[in-house]
């Protein structure tokens, strides 16, 4: 079985603090990991992947396996940051299927 | 608009009658997903297929629930005998996929509401 974990339902920072949003994940094979993001009034949308060390929004996430982490980080919020993100994993060698997590909300005041 | 689109956006119902969704997906993917979401948590598994084949249904799935994609295009989910329990958002999401190949990217619709009365 997979399973991810967001701990936080609602983390509030203000404008320029570091950003970081947890999750922990549980598989026992090789694991992919996502980041989706939604904006206000939008659609779920991925922010980044695992495979692609990429940074989107000047946000990045490491893969930890021996902590199987892949918690997401920004030095530096925006207001524009505001939304649910929510933490997916993808299980290689076994169903493919995404699992999400239950998502943070995060709050950036100005 | 190309992406993935989802009719109706709202569906308010009463208990027992039986509800129909329609998927759209970006027109060259092969693989299509539909999820629940409820208030608080995150877009939970119901279904897929690969092309116009079900691969896999959701162990929490009720038999009351199907869903088809005919010719590997739209898809349709049903909800038969609705139940209160049944209100949520309805998500459906497509990629394109070769295999097995890394980094599958879902792309979501904007989701049916479903209200059971």
């Known amino acids: 079985a997979q399973r991810v974990t967001q701990p936080e339902k609602l983390l509030s920072v203000f404008k320029g603090a570091p950003v970081e949003l947890k999750c922990n994940y549980s598989?026992?094979?090789?694991?992919?990991l996502f980041w989706y993001v939604q904006y206000s009034r939008q659609r779920l949308q991925l922010l980044l992947r695992h495979i692609s060390r990429e940074s989107i929004k000047g946000f990045t996430a490491d893969l930890n396996k021996g902590e199987t982490s892949f918690h997401l980080k920004k030095p530096f919020a925006q207001e524009e940051d505001s939304a649910m993100y929510y933490c997916a994993l993808r299980g290689l060698g076994g169903s493919y299927i995404p699992t999400f997590g239950r998502g943070t909300s995060l709050i950036v005041h100005p | 608009d190309t992406g993935v689109s989802q009719d109706p956006r709202h569906k308010i119902t009463k208990r027992g009658q039986n509800v129909t969704f329609r998927c759209d997906p970006i027109s060259e993917h092969n693989r299509l997903y539909w999820y629940r979401q409820t208030l608080g948590q995150g877009p939970e598994f119901l279904t897929y297929f690969q092309n116009e084949a079900q691969l896999e249904k959701s162990r929490l799935l009720s038999d009351r629930f199907s869903a088809e994609r005919p010719k590997g295009s739209f898809s349709t989910l049903e909800i038969q005998r609705t139940e209160q329990g049944d209100s949520a958002m309805y998500l459906c999401?497509?990629?394109?996929?070769?295999?097995?190949?890394?980094?599958?990217?879902?792309?979501f619709g904007s989701g049916t509401q479903l209200s059971v009365l």
């Open positions: 999401a497509s990629s394109l996929i070769p295999g097995q190949a890394y980094g599958e990217k879902l792309f």
């Open positions: 598989y026992s094979g090789s694991p992919e």
